[in-house]
């Protein structure tokens, strides 16, 4: 099956530093990968639509100069949260299309990653 | 714009119960359905989905949901529940294959000896 990798799994950092969390889709290319965010006990709430070769897509609320994505291949994409605070504390999570699914029984079903907690003392 | 309302914030069955999670959906059009399971810090796994022909489908670890038009729903159903079942639920819609999908606030589910 389709393996999405995130890395690092959890991370501790000060607050004024930056953090980068990286998705790695291992056995698919994924010309579009979406970031989700995860507070406490509570659902995902989508962030932005990352897109291989192109600019991220953000979500309303979402500051772009915070969460800056990267996408430079078609099996990775980064997310960096610049000059963090406790506020970012939370659950991150990617997902992933494998490009090459695109109809079928296969339509539609994005593959996650594990998560990357992020703790900002 | 779509939606998905998970109407259960936590549910608690015995094992070797029946289960049923509840999910309605807003959207125009016919969606694209999803139910996910999530064990504690962990990502999310696919239990099924659902984008065309028969209504009732099958997913991993004995799960079947029924998408029902008439009532926007897609009730997530197990015949009897198993202690590792205790995980928190997600039903998601998606407008198509392409775009994100939108995910409900969850259901958490215990299992009681």
Redesign the interface.
Known sequence: GAV?S?HPSWVICKSGTSVKIECRSLDFQAT?M?W?RQFP????M?MA?SNEGSKATYEQGVEKDKFLINHASLTLSTLTVTSAHPEDSS?Y?C?A?DRLR??GEN?????????S?LTVL | AQSVTQPDIHITVSEGASLELRCNYSYGATPYLFWYVQSPGQGLQLLLKYFSGDTLVQGIKGFEAEFKRSQSSFNLRKPSVHWSDAAEYFCAVGANGNTPLVFGKGTRLSVIA
Do not use: A, C, N
Not at chain 1, 41 to 44: A, F, G, R
Not at chain 1, 108 to 113: K, N
């Open positions: 999405v995130q579009t979406f989700y006990k509570q659902s995902l989508l639509t659950f999570i997902s299309r695109g109809s339509t539609g079903e994005l593959f996650f990653g594990e998560g907690r």
